[in-house]
């Protein structure tokens, strides 16, 4: 490999990164702990944002509604305000009015004694007293120092022209003395000091009440901004809330899609694995009985001749030996005994490796021959339902019928503690049924949901290669029934059937 020179070699960098100068240390890496915290956080916010969003949309919300509530109380505030300054005004007014029509009043009853003018002047002497107490207690209520001053000389006027008319008033029009007062009263527009007065306290307070409408017309044009404002606020945030919703429900549907896809995947690979192992077993099975076949054909065939051989050999050699020597004659007798037992044997090992009885005679006599030996072996009665002749369902078959009520018959034996046995064989044109119940104590629960029992696994397995359908349970009133139901015929290449639940 040839050596390439630093110099050659061109530096790329992102746009975003300046280089770093000569000889300038690059920056360390993120402590591992601040990149675990960043990702902790940005997990924290991506499962809990729309939390975040929804609490700052009633964050948002609830502080709109104060700030609308204290908007509403301002403007109410200001438009009473307003109100009692047109109040004001009108009071005002009417005060003018009611001072004009007491001078008004005086002068008639001057000019022309009428017992009118007096009740007249003094209803609206009443009328004035309650309007300067409405103002009266109105400037103390607003704190107006400077109108409550000019008031107070208004107040003090009417006040003081009310006495004054009264006193004249209670006069007798007739006295030459009241027609000179009458004379002496000042003319109409002398009142133009105490007109001005209350003109300037009327455009005050229009004023007032114009100001207060400005400010409430304000206080209006900035609530309805902020209900903008947080509106607007509220739908972008319950638009990202919904955006991300929809994120996480797309993640999810997506999520869920995979795992939905993987499920099939793995159901296939599971149903294809099932398919297989069946075969396999089938296959294991199909191996073993035709290597108890040959193995039972050879034990029959050399092992049998030998021990026949043998056994008719010790029988010449006892009779040639039985008078001259008698205690070997003896030894010989006991010997062909033991050849008689190894014999038995021989045939019962053979039977159980391929019972010659199913191969000649067919399932039902086998199975009924199966049955009576294990009653007779443990003392049990048996019932048979079995067709009247035998019928050829095919060795397979057979076989696979045979071994299951073989075991049965060795798990009764050893468990059930039965004393009758009843052995049922159903055949029709599309399937076999066999169904083999005792009244022993009866399988436990527990023993149903066990998969370590390889007697009934086997069974199991044994049945549901051929697809058929293998059930255990407990008979009543107690007991176990064991019942297998397989299909009658099978072509060779057909498809295996998983096994039922």
Same mark, same amino acid.
């Given at each position: $490999?040839?050596?390439?020179?630093?110099?050659?070699?061109?530096?790329?960098?992102?746009?975003?990164?300046?280089?770093?100068?000569?000889?300038?240390?690059?920056?360390?890496? /993120?402590?591992?702990?601040?990149?675990?915290?960043?990702?902790?956080?940005?997990?924290? $916010?991506?499962?809990?944002?729309?939390?975040?969003?929804?609490?700052?949309?009633?964050?948002?919300?609830?502080?709109?509604?104060?700030?609308?509530?204290?908007?509403?109380?301002?403007?109410?505030?200001?438009?009473?305000?307003?109100?009692?300054?047109?109040?004001?005004?009108?009071?005002?007014?009417? &005060?003018?009015?009611?001072?004009?029509?007491?001078?008004?009043?005086?002068?008639?009853?001057?000019? @022309?004694?009428?017992?009118?003018?007096?009740?007249?002047?003094?209803?609206?002497?009443?009328?004035?007293?309650?309007?300067?107490?409405?103002?009266?207690?109105?400037?103390?209520?607003?704190?107006?120092?400077?109108?409550?001053?000019?008031?107070?000389?208004?107040?003090?006027?009417?006040?003081?022209?009310?006495?004054?008319?009264?006193?004249?008033?209670?006069?007798?029009?007739?006295?030459?003395?009241?027609?000179?007062?009458?004379?002496?009263?000042?003319?109409?527009?002398?009142?133009?000091?105490?007109?001005?007065?209350?003109?300037?306290? #009327?455009?005050?307070?229009?004023? #007032?009440?114009?100001?207060?409408?400005?400010?409430?017309? /304000?206080?209006?044009?900035?609530?309805?901004?902020?209900?903008?404002?947080?509106?607007?606020?509220?739908?972008?945030?319950?638009?990202?809330?919904?955006?991300?919703?929809?994120?996480?429900?797309? @993640?999810?549907?997506?999520?869920?899609?995979?795992?939905?896809?993987?499920?099939?995947?793995?159901?296939?690979? !599971?149903?294809?694995?099932?398919?297989?192992?069946?075969?396999?077993?089938?296959?294991?099975?199909?191996?073993?009985?035709?290597?108890?076949?040959? &193995?039972?054909?050879?034990?029959?065939?050399?092992?049998?001749?030998?021990?026949?051989?043998? @056994? $008719?050999?010790?029988?010449?050699?006892?009779?040639?030996?039985?008078?001259?020597?008698?205690?070997?004659?003896?030894?010989? /007798?006991?010997?062909?005994?033991? &050849?008689?037992?190894?014999?038995?044997?021989?045939?019962?090992?053979?039977?159980? $490796?391929?019972?010659?009885?199913?191969?000649?005679?067919?399932?039902?006599?086998?199975?009924?021959?199966?049955?009576?030996?294990?009653?007779?072996?443990?003392?049990?009665?048996?019932?048979?339902?079995?067709?009247?002749?035998?019928?050829?369902?095919?060795?397979?078959?057979?076989?696979?019928?045979?071994?299951?009520?073989?075991?049965?018959?060795?798990?009764?034996?050893?468990?059930?503690?039965?004393?009758?046995?009843? !052995?049922?064989?159903?055949?029709?044109?599309?399937?076999?049924?066999?169904?083999?119940?005792?009244?022993?104590?009866?399988?436990?629960?527990?023993?149903?949901? #066990?998969?370590?029992?390889?007697?009934?696994?086997?069974?199991?397995?044994?049945?549901?290669?051929?697809?058929?359908?293998?059930?255990?349970?407990?008979?009543?009133?107690?007991?176990?029934?064991?019942?297998?139901?397989?299909?009658?015929?099978?072509?060779?290449?057909?498809?295996?059937?998983?096994?039922?639940?």
């Amino acid at each position: $490999m040839s050596h390439v020179p630093p110099a050659a070699i061109p530096t790329i960098l992102p746009d975003d990164v300046p280089p770093f100068a000569a000889g300038e240390p690059a920056p360390p890496p /993120a402590p591992a702990g601040i990149a675990r915290r960043a990702a902790r956080l940005n997990e924290w $916010m991506r499962r809990y944002s729309w939390a975040v969003a929804m609490t700052v949309a009633i964050v948002i919300t609830v502080g709109g509604l104060i700030i609308l509530e204290s908007g509403r109380m301002r403007i109410a505030s200001e438009y009473e305000t307003a109100l009692e300054a047109k109040g004001a005004t009108a009071q005002l007014s009417m &005060l003018a009015a009611d001072i004009a029509t007491l001078t008004a009043d005086e002068r008639g009853f001057a000019l @022309k004694a009428d017992g009118a003018f007096p009740a007249h002047f003094k209803a609206t002497a009443e009328r004035v007293r309650r309007t300067l107490a409405w103002l009266d207690a109105y400037y103390r209520r607003i704190g107006d120092d400077t109108a409550l001053a000019s008031f107070a000389q208004i107040r003090a006027a009417a006040t003081d022209e009310i006495a004054q008319g009264a006193v004249r008033l209670a006069d007798s029009p007739t006295d030459a003395a009241a027609h000179e007062r009458a004379l002496a009263l000042p003319p109409p527009d002398t009142s133009a000091t105490f007109d001005a007065a209350l003109s300037l306290l #009327r455009l005050n307070e229009e004023r #007032r009440a114009q100001r207060a409408l400005d400010a409430s017309r /304000a206080d209006q044009r900035i609530s309805t901004l902020c209900v903008g404002a947080l509106c607007a606020l509220n739908i972008v945030l319950f638009i990202l809330l919904f955006r991300n919703l929809g994120i996480q429900l797309d @993640k999810q549907a997506r999520v869920q899609k995979a795992l939905i896809t993987q499920q099939e995947e793995l159901d296939q690979l !599971v149903f294809a694995r099932t398919r297989q192992l069946e075969a396999l077993a089938w296959h294991l099975q199909s191996v073993s009985e035709n290597e108890k076949t040959e &193995l039972a054909r050879e034990l029959h065939d050399e092992l049998g001749s030998i021990l026949t051989a043998s @056994k $008719m050999d010790v029988a010449w050699v006892r009779g040639k030996l039985k008078d001259t020597e008698p205690a070997m004659a003896e030894k010989l /007798a006991r010997a062909l005994g033991n &050849l008689d037992q190894g014999i038995a044997l021989k045939r019962r090992i053979i039977e159980d $490796m391929r019972p010659t009885v199913l191969a000649n005679f067919g399932l039902v006599t086998a199975l009924r021959s199966l049955a009576d030996e294990a009653a007779q072996r443990n003392g049990w009665s048996v019932e048979f339902d079995l067709p009247g002749e035998d019928v050829k369902l095919g060795e397979a078959i057979e076989i696979a019928l045979f071994r299951v009520a073989q075991e049965t018959l060795t798990n009764a034996a050893k468990y059930a503690r039965a004393s009758r046995i009843r !052995v049922t064989l159903d055949v029709h044109d599309e399937h076999v049924s066999l169904s083999i119940i005792d009244d022993g104590i009866g399988i436990r629960p527990q023993d149903l949901k #066990r998969t370590q029992t390889h007697g009934l696994t086997g069974m199991r397995q044994r049945v549901s290669a051929r697809g058929g359908r293998f059930e255990i349970e407990r008979a009543s009133p107690h007991g176990t029934a064991i019942s297998v139901s397989m299909p009658r015929e099978r072509s060779a290449d057909a498809p295996l059937v998983a096994p039922s639940a």
